[in-house]
């Protein structure tokens, strides 16, 4: 997970650059790669509770328990990545969280706001189909 984590920063700062390219925002600013945090408490807690799947008479749901997890843990580097490059980016607003075909409630109804703050994070969920992006302008 650390190293898809990694992979996924990695590719969301690139993009974040070439969003900002694309769309011909003035001036330099290069996004930086925000590493995986916590992954190791994570994942332990994660497999812990899966495992208890494993002495009940469901134990075929261990792997779900563990698959939705594992991804949102991969992908949340790169989500983190997004966010602070928006923040710190001097031309961004902020960003936004832009919803996909499949996308739930939950991300629906959040799909309309900008976030601006250190204190406002990407909650994902397992499944979430949902991407942070920059919202340019003042």
């Known amino acids: 997970i650390r190293a898809h984590g990694m992979v996924a920063a990695s590719v969301a700062a690139d993009w974040s650059d070439e969003l900002r390219a694309q769309d011909g925002i003035p001036g330099r600013f290069r996004a930086t790669v925000i590493e995986p945090k916590d992954v190791d408490e994570?994942?332990?807690?994660?497999?812990?509770?899966?495992?208890?799947?494993?002495?009940?008479?469901?134990?075929?749901?261990?792997m779900p328990?563990?698959?939705?997890p594992a991804t949102k843990y991969a992908?949340?580097?790169?989500?983190?990545?997004?966010a602070e490059a928006s923040i710190r980016d001097p031309r961004a607003r902020g960003w936004k969280r832009y919803t996909r075909p499949g996308s739930c409630d939950f991300c629906q109804t959040f799909s309309t706001r900008t976030y601006s703050n250190r204190t406002d994070h990407f909650?994902?969920?397992?499944?979430?189909?949902?991407?942070?992006?920059?919202v340019w302008g003042n």
């Open 65 to 68: 328990a563990l698959i939705d």
């Open 42 to 62: 994570k994942v332990a807690a994660t497999v812990r509770r899966a495992a208890a799947h494993l002495f009940t008479p469901t134990p075929g749901l261990m």
């Open 75 to 82: 992908l949340e580097p790169g989500r983190d990545t997004i």
């Open 123 to 134: 909650d994902a969920h397992g499944h979430c189909h949902c991407v942070a992006a920059p």
